[in-house]
């Protein structure tokens, strides 16, 4: 049955993508079906690992491959073959930074007891960087921003399926719609929500009922997930959509009006959903366990052991060994069962520990560095949009990052393949916004002036 999975793989890999490129060059639909296909495929993973090691509690547990990385070969090829009439940016804006985390993580392998665990990682940053520089690539225009538009508004239908279905037919307390974990579908379900959400806001002639429904959708999953970080954070970032929505004094008289509805209805909506899903987030708060504190503080002292310990960390990967005995490191934590020798730590939650545990306290500050980069350069993008229709992007992911960088203070999440890949979405949506006003690609007022 394996050998059968690998030939289902080898064969869509071999035939699928030279088809589908052969069928985008005749076909600006099947293109489009492509493109939707390498976002729709980080939200529900279909993908083989390769020397799988299920049992192993790392953040990369094999070789991963899947219908992401197939659908974006097609797009690679595609941005191959137009790189005469469309100049390839063989190095887009944050390469480097991400080039010196990689670096600095492929470096720490040089500490890892097992190499495989290090090596499981190392192919999931290559996969990153690809997917990043081919999406940066690819898009050029407002058009085609336009109808990524379209394609997150699918998929936020689609969550929302997966949800309720979970919710209301299986009866699972805590959703996770088709993620793993529901902290995955909190830090996924952000990004797209806000970015519907200043759609809403800001675009005139958008269908404002049709947009008022998916941004419904996308807080209706959160609220299903009960994570108590994620409700929080999911107000902090819809009031700052809001927010610098109605600061950014758009000119349009039907967005002013909307506006101006918008803070009657959203709030009166809220407020009845809240009410609905009271019992069960009343619940959620008041028997979160002491234990589940405690947890996290001491796997965060584990972590800072780590990260003292050695100039470049543990080794990629390998925070899920070294956090169990024979290794010292943990030494402080009590195990439960000490008859018990299959009993094992968790991981450190917060994804910045896990960086400098693995990786060493230096490569933190790249990575930190890497985030910000992009956090500032979307600011830069807001004031350069002025005017044109596509700023409500900059809009949503100047609240977006702002939640997800303070939601990573309390999960790993980022390390997840699905919130990792959406992620470098993001961030090849600024690098393609900020070609986009160095070359005057725009409908208003950008700049062409670089910083």
Aim: some cysteine; aromatic content about 14%; hydrophobic content about 50%.
């Amino acid at each position: 049955m394996t050998e059968f999975k690998y030939l289902i793989f080898f064969m869509t890999l071999i035939v699928g993508v030279p088809l589908g490129y052969l069928c985008c060059l005749r076909s600006k639909s099947c293109e489009k079906l492509v493109f939707f296909l390498v976002i729709f495929f980080t939200c529900d993973m279909l993908d083989i690992n390769f020397v799988s090691i299920e049992t192993y509690r790392g953040t990369t547990r094999g070789f991963e491959f899947g219908m992401v990385d197939i659908s974006l070969y097609i797009l690679l090829a595609l941005v191959i073959k137009r790189r005469h009439r469309l100049p390839i940016d063989w190095f887009p804006i944050g390469s480097t930074l991400y080039l010196l985390y990689f670096s600095l993580s492929l470096l720490s392998t040089i500490n890892s007891d097992i190499g495989i665990y290090s090596s499981f990682e190392i192919l999931k940053m290559c996969r990153m960087y690809i997917y990043f520089w081919t999406i940066a690539n690819y898009l050029r225009n407002e058009q085609q921003l336009h109808w990524l538009m379209i394609n997150i508004g699918i998929i936020i239908f689609y969550i929302f399926l997966s949800v309720m279905k979970q919710k209301y037919l299986l009866g699972v307390f805590q959703c996770t719609g088709p993620f793993s974990h529901q902290n995955s579908l909190v830090m996924y379900i952000s990004i797209f929500g806000a970015m519907a959400h200043a759609y809403l806001l800001n675009v005139a002639g958008s269908r404002s009922w049709l947009w008022f429904t998916i941004f419904g959708m996308a807080s209706i999953c959160i609220l299903a997930t009960l994570s108590r970080a994620g409700l929080a954070l999911f107000i902090l970032n819809s009031l700052m959509v809001f927010t610098i929505s109605m600061m950014s004094k758009q000119s349009d008289t039907k967005v002013r009006k909307r506006h101006l509805i918008l803070l009657i209805i959203l709030p009166i909506a809220g407020t009845l959903v809240l009410i609905k899903a009271s019992d069960t987030i009343i619940e959620r708060f008041i028997s979160a366990p002491v234990e589940s504190k405690l947890s996290r503080v001491q796997l965060a002292k584990a972590a800072v052991n780590m990260a003292n310990d050695k100039v470049l960390g543990v080794g990629l990967n390998n925070f899920a060994l070294k956090i169990n005995p024979p290794y010292p490191y943990s030494a402080h934590i009590p195990m439960y069962d000490k008859d018990d020798p299959d009993e094992t730590h968790g991981l450190v939650e917060t994804v910045y520990l896990m960086v400098a545990a693995e990786t060493g306290w230096l490569n933190l500050a790249v990575f930190i560095t890497f985030l910000l980069f992009f956090y500032f350069k979307n600011i830069i993008n807001y004031f350069r949009f002025k005017g044109s229709q596509s700023r409500f992007i900059c809009i949503a992911l100047i609240a977006a990052l702002t939640c997800i960088y303070l939601q990573s203070t309390l999960e790993w999440v980022l390390k997840q393949t699905n919130n990792f890949y959406q992620l470098m979405l993001v961030f090849a949506v600024i690098a393609t916004m900020d070609r986009m006003t160095r070359t005057g690609v725009t409908n208003g007022q950008a700049k062409r002036k670089r910083c």
